[in-house]
């Protein structure tokens, strides 16, 4: 059974940056692809960003890409999500998930453990 704590979440400006840490125990986490999800009140989680087991390859979604990063030490067991240039829109809960499959997904259903979020809010 995989653990998964986010951390690094806050109150922010518009343009301001953020880093997540999401760091799992409990499994094989070097085998495991990881991703990044957000909610929104009322609305559906949705894909943020994906990375396979070893790093080397990576998903965003649209509406994050060329602003946010994601990356991983498998050494340490944690994956980030490097935020910048921050909008209003990016406000939701982040979670973090890890999927058995080695490769990259964006599926939300391919993932097995979720995270219990961290809070993200942009200021206008």
């Known amino acids: 059974q995989v653990q998964l704590v986010e951390s690094g979440g806050g109150l922010v400006q518009a343009g301001d940056s953020l880093r997540l840490s999401c760091v799992a125990s409990?499994?094989?986490?070097?085998?495991?692809?990881m991703g990044w999800f957000r909610q929104a009140p009322g609305k559906e989680r949705q894909f943020v960003a994906a990375?396979?087991?070893?790093?080397?390859?990576?998903y965003y979604a649209d509406s994050v890409k060329g602003r946010f990063t994601i990356s991983r030490d498998n050494a340490k067991n944690t994956v980030y999500l490097q935020m910048n240039s921050l909008k209003p829109e990016d406000t939701a809960v982040y979670y973090c998930?890890?999927?058995?499959?080695?490769?990259?997904?964006?599926?939300?259903?391919?993932?097995?453990?979720w995270g219990q979020g961290t809070q993200v809010t942009v200021s206008s």
């Open positions: 409990g499994g094989p986490f070097s085998t495991y692809a």
């Open positions: 998930a890890a999927s058995p499959a080695r490769w990259a997904v964006i599926s939300r259903y391919e993932y097995e453990y």
């Open positions: 990375i396979n087991w070893s790093g080397g390859s990576t």
